[in-house]
């Protein structure tokens, strides 16, 4: 089993930013990648960035410029940074590391886009 824990999340002001962490920890095989999905209320989980080991990422179109997504291989960590943030944003955002057919989920992280 793989237990992914997440942390980071808040309120933020539109134009602000915000550094979500993810933490793996279990069985975690030698190739992974990890990445960050978010669900707003009403609306399905979308993809958001995913990155692999070797440092591939790859983002959805409404994040690009603004997020960066990054990896500590050492401490199975992933890292989302995001600036310029906007209210569109606001959802709850989880944590995925997918190895061979098996796909693990955090909790999920609230954030929050308001003045």
């Known amino acids: 089993q793989v237990q992914l824990v997440e942390s980071g999340g808040g309120l933020v002001q539109p134009g602000g930013s915000l550094r979500l962490s993810c933490a793996a920890s279990g069985s975690i095989f030698s190739f992974y990648i990890m990445g960050w999905y978010r669900q707003a209320p009403g609306k399905q989980r979308e993809l958001v960035a995913t990155i692999t080991g070797g440092g591939s990422a790859v983002y959805a179109d409404s994040v690009k410029d603004r997020f960066t997504i990054s990896r500590d291989n050492a401490k199975k960590t992933v890292f989302l940074q995001m600036n310029s943030l906007k209210p569109e944003d606001t959802a709850v955002y989880y944590c995925?590391?997918?190895?061979?057919?098996?796909?693990?989920w955090g909790q999920g992280t609230q954030v929050t886009v308001s003045s």
């Open positions: 995925n590391l997918a190895q061979s057919v098996t796909s693990y």
